[in-house]
């Protein structure tokens, strides 16, 4: 599955000068499950081309799912009749965007066995979790293999291409109206081991006591999926340059400062194969691994190349896709909290009594700049009294400040866990305990 170079340069001359175009040949291989039967296969191939035209500093942006040469015409002369209706920009047309760096990108991991995966390979992977709960639990969830090839072209000569796989394992198993989940990521199939699955499984269904309706201050222990679903909504909110520089974040005008625990280091770097790494932003910018937080304090924020005036001139390959239905800001990709000293039995016996979160779901914005969230927790929440298990704690929402849990960080895992979000490629973190304030569920 590749994209054909020569279609690319024919398309962008057909659309002439200005015209950036940031192309994905995707296949999809998908495998879902409830009440441990398969419900649903799919598979699928699909062309994305979206195309950004500039021209005396106004930008039109459209979106194909061909290369042929009428269709792109068609939106050529389509683009063109928008942007002469479009008012002339004040001031000096934005040059900044016109092409990416000369650096060349470091090519990400691709996983053989990811390439060549198939419906045989999703049920396997189905079966042997299925059969490891022994029918004393039903299974849902899904298995996914996706191909992704990616070109960012432009009129002016940048061309970048990648090739990214990824292979993800979601499982939840239910008993008695609760339930518990595994999540597991990787670039290489061959790298996501299912044979423990149903063991990690069954050790959240632990058989507890429900708690009744509690009010307090309780410390509460995030477990890695928890934290790596916080950690993304924080960085996108948080973590951006254009937020940043107009005074729109938590974290404006306070770079140098404390903004979170000094136990927490924050770093985006799409290089890494801890995360999901990958090249280049689509604009065509290297990916450049970003210090954010160090020991607590603010150092970095991510760039694109509109605003890399933020981040000493140059773009940290934190581009968003044209026409991002979650904005336009540049946003973190590839976020890795560094991990601390504990075991997660460390941690449950430094906690004490305290409330274990395994999954937050719904994580909602309410107040960007206060960091301010709504969510529910879902998945193996329960009550640990010295260290130990002791009672569970059916969903519950929760609405919060995310900087005052990140900077409420007592500990950290020494053991961390990949994931990722509708918004970014992967986040790397491990379990955290965090001296929460009143909690009344």
Excluded: N
């Excluded at 941690?347 to 529910?376: E, M, N, Q």
């Amino acid at each position: 599955m590749s994209i054909d170079r020569r279609q690319v340069r024919y398309a962008l001359d057909i659309m002439g000068p200005g015209t950036h175009v940031d192309l994905s040949q995707e296949r999809t291989g998908l495998l879902r499950y409830a009440r441990s039967r398969v419900t649903a296969q799919h598979s699928e191939e699909r062309l994305r081309v979206r195309v950004r035209l500039t021209e005396g500093g106004r930008t039109a942006l459209g979106t194909l799912e061909t290369l042929e040469p009428t269709e792109v015409k068609a939106l050529s002369d389509r683009l063109r009749s928008a942007l002469a209706l479009l008012p002339a920009p004040s001031g000096e047309p934005d040059a900044s965007r016109r092409s990416g760096s000369d650096t060349d990108p470091v090519a990400p991991e691709v996983g053989a066995a990811t390439l060549g995966a198939g419906p045989a390979e999703r049920h396997a992977w189905f079966s042997t979790v299925r059969d490891g709960l022994a029918d004393t639990a039903q299974l849902g969830g899904s298995i996914r293999h996706d191909v992704i090839h990616r070109v960012v072209a432009d009129h002016s000569g940048l061309y970048r291409e990648e090739t990214l796989t990824k292979a993800s394992l979601q499982a939840i198993a239910e008993r008695d109206g609760r339930s518990s989940s595994v999540r597991l990521v990787h670039r290489d199939a061959a790298r996501i081991d299912p044979t423990d699955v149903a063991r990690r499984l069954l050790d959240d269904l632990t058989d507890l006591p429900e708690r009744a309706p509690v009010s307090g201050t309780f410390r509460v222990l995030l477990r890695p999926q928890a934290v790596i679903t916080l950690l993304a909504t924080y960085g996108y909110v948080a973590l951006g340059a254009a937020g940043y520089a107009e005074g729109r974040t938590a974290v404006a005008g306070r770079m140098g400062s404390r903004v979170t625990s000094e136990l927490l280091t924050i770093t985006d770097d799409g290089t890494d194969p801890a995360g999901l790494a990958s090249g280049f932003d689509p604009e065509g910018t290297p990916r450049r691994p970003t210090r954010l937080v160090d020991s607590g304090v603010l150092t970095g924020v991510v760039s694109d190349l509109r605003r890399a005036d933020v981040t000493g001139g140059s773009s940290t390959g934190h581009a968003v896709p044209a026409g991002w239905r979650f904005g336009a800001d540049p946003s973190p990709s590839h976020l890795l909290l560094a991990g601390g000293d504990h075991t997660e039995e460390k941690l449950a016996a430094v906690c004490g009594t305290g409330l274990v979160i395994s999954r937050l779901d719904y994580l909602r914005i309410l107040h960007p700049k206060d960091t301010l969230v709504t969510g529910t927790t879902r998945d193996a929440t329960y009550w640990i009294h010295d260290g130990e298990p002791v009672a569970w704690q059916p969903s519950v929402r929760l609405t919060f400040r995310m900087d005052e849990v990140l900077d409420a960080v007592l500990a950290a895992g020494s053991r961390r866990e990949r994931g990722e979000a509708v918004f970014m490629e992967s986040v790397v973190a491990p379990a955290l305990l965090v001296d929460a304030g009143p909690i009344s569920l």
